[in-house]
């Protein structure tokens, strides 16, 4: 089992940065890749950013929307995952998500979809006002 904690939502103008940050504990050293999503009301959820935990240089994977402004990172020492959003707009308001792969599955470059993610942690809301 894996136990996924996010923090560091909250309320931003538009061109505003926030860091989310996510803890993850439990058996989360066997889940090869780990990613971010987001889902605003009325919409799917989306992938944001992925990332490889056990390659010696890490592989990251990003939503076109993202791209450029959003940076995910990972301190495995510490089991946590970041995702620096930078020049936020308001477009990206949505709960955004923790997720975590199966336990031993590679994918290379780690994937998007979210069927491809089994643990999930709890979200934590961005807002971002015009």
């Known amino acids: 089992q894996v136990v996924l904690v996010e923090s560091g939502g909250g309320s931003v103008q538009a061109g505003g940065s926030l860091r989310l940050s996510c803890t993850a504990s439990?058996?989360?050293?066997?889940?090869?890749?780990m990613g971010w999503f987001r889902q605003a009301p009325g919409k799917e959820r989306e992938g944001v950013a992925a990332?490889?935990?056990?390659?010696?240089?890490?592989?990251?994977r990003y939503a076109d929307s993202v791209q450029g402004r959003f940076t995910i990172s990972k301190d495995n020492a510490e089991n946590t995952l970041y995702l620096e959003m930078n020049s936020l707009k308001p477009d990206d308001t949505a709960m955004y998500y923790c997720?975590?792969?199966?336990?031993?599955?590679?994918?290379?470059?780690?994937?998007?979809?979210?069927?491809?993610?089994?643990?999930w942690g709890q979200g934590t809301q961005v807002t971002v006002s015009s």
């Open positions: 990332i490889t935990r056990r390659l010696s240089r890490s592989r990251t």
């Open positions: 439990g058996d989360a050293y066997n889940s090869y890749y």
């Open positions: 997720a975590a792969g199966p336990r031993y599955r590679t994918l290379i470059p780690p994937p998007l979809a979210k069927d491809d993610f089994a643990y």
